[in-house]
């Protein structure tokens, strides 16, 4: 099992930067980017509703999973 995060792609989307979704959120640079970086073991239900708010965006679209199967 695992789970991908499309962080980068809604940045893309929204014209937004690391550095101002960080900002934004309230969440230092280093945790952003473990949780972009798929490094990250959990992840609070109020960081991924700020992130869904400042992006403007459903968590669905940020979070994707993938069975072992896909990934082979």
Same mark, same amino acid.
């Given at each position: ?7 980068? #792609? ?6 937004? !930067? #690391?550095?101002?979704? !960080?900002?934004? #959120? +309230? ?10 970086? +798929? &490094?990250? &073991? ?9 992130? $869904?708010?400042?992006?403007? $965006? %459903?968590? +669905? ?5 993938? !069975?072992?199967?896909?990934? %082979?």
């Amino acid at each position: 099992m695992t789970i991908i995060i499309n962080i980068d #792609v809604m940045l893309a989307k929204r014209k937004m !930067s #690391v550095t101002e979704l !960080s900002k934004r #959120v +309230g969440i230092t640079m280093a945790n952003l980017s473990v949780l972009k970086n +798929g &490094k990250a &073991k959990a992840v609070r239900f109020s960081t991924l509703e700020a992130i $869904c708010k400042t992006l403007d $965006c %459903q968590p +669905g679209d940020i979070l994707e999973y993938k !069975s072992d199967e896909d990934t %082979q």
